[in-house]
Nanobody, 124 residues
Framework: QVQLVESGGGLVQAGDSLRLSCAASGRTLSSYMMAWFRQAPGKEREFVAWLAWSFGNTYYSDSVKGRFTISRDNAKNTVYLQMTSLTPDDTAVYYC?????????????????WGQGTQVTVSS
């Protein structure tokens, strides 16, 4: 079992930056893939960013490419989502997810482990 705890959400203004953290416990993540998803009110959960822990490969949705960066800290067993140039469209609950795989997966149904989510609100 993997337990995930997100932190770092908050209220920011358009154009600001924010860094989300996802601390994992219960397993070392060397054979896992990690992802960030988000869900805005009234919308389905959508993929944001993906990382293969062992190789460090990353992948992003078109809506955040060039603005968001996913990274990991092996020593802290933590994955991050650095978000820059935020817009009101980025307002959502952001979730960290994990799965035992290293092949890129972009569907929420591919991830059995989830954090509780952290709210990001971007005001205009």
């Amino acid at each position: 079992q993997v337990q995930l705890v997100e932190s770092g959400g908050g209220l920011v203004q358009a154009g600001d930056s924010l860094r989300l953290s996802c601390a994992a416990s219960g397993r070392t993540l060397s054979s896992y893939m990690m992802a960030w998803f988000r869900q805005a009110p009234g919308k389905e959960r959508e993929f944001v960013a993906w990382l293969a822990w062992s190789f460090g490969n990353t992948y992003y949705s078109d809506s955040v490419k060039g603005r968001f960066t996913i990274s990991r800290d092996n020593a802290k067993n933590t994955v991050y989502l650095q978000m820059t140039s935020l817009t009101p469209d980025d307002t959502a609950v952001y979730y960290c997810a994990a799965a035992t795989n290293s092949v890129r997966r972009l569907l929420s149904s591919d991830y059995p482990y989830w954090g509780q989510g952290t709210q990001v609100t971007v005001s205009s």
